[in-house]
Nanobody
């Protein structure tokens, strides 16, 4: 079970750090991903990280601004989001899966409920 948190309202140019807490004993062997869905748009991949945290990848739209990390001792994954802009607005979902290099939602089989991020002045 995944629980995402940390969303909220932030001004353009600001930063936000989301969290996704996982229950269960398989967290350290699971790839974790973040996806987002903007109003009226399809869900899209944001970033992903391997089970041991030694591999991370990002959508081109967030590369250089977002950093994903994980703490396997706390069963938690964190995307640090900097230089936010209006296009980053949406519901952010965390998900777990088996393929650390995947950026498609069908490869992730467990999903959190989502947390809303709104970037606005």
């Amino acid at each position: 079970q995944l629980q995402a948190s940390g969303g909220g309202l932030v001004q353009p140019g600001g930063s936000l750090r989301l969290s996704c807490a996982a229950s269960g004993r398989t967290f350290s062997s699971s790839a974790m991903g973040w996806f987002r869905q903007a109003p009226g748009k399809a869900r899209e991949f944001v970033s992903g990280i391997s089970g041991r945290g030694n591999f991370a990848h990002y959508a081109n739209s967030v590369k250089g601004r977002f950093t994903i990390s994980r703490d396997n001792a706390r069963n938690t994954v964190y995307p640090q989001m900097n230089s936010l802009n209006a296009e980053d607005t949406g519901i952010y979902y965390c998900a777990s899966g088996r393929r650390p290099t995947s950026n498609v939602d069908r490869d992730f089989d467990s999903w959190g409920q989502g947390t809303l991020v709104t970037v606005s002045s």
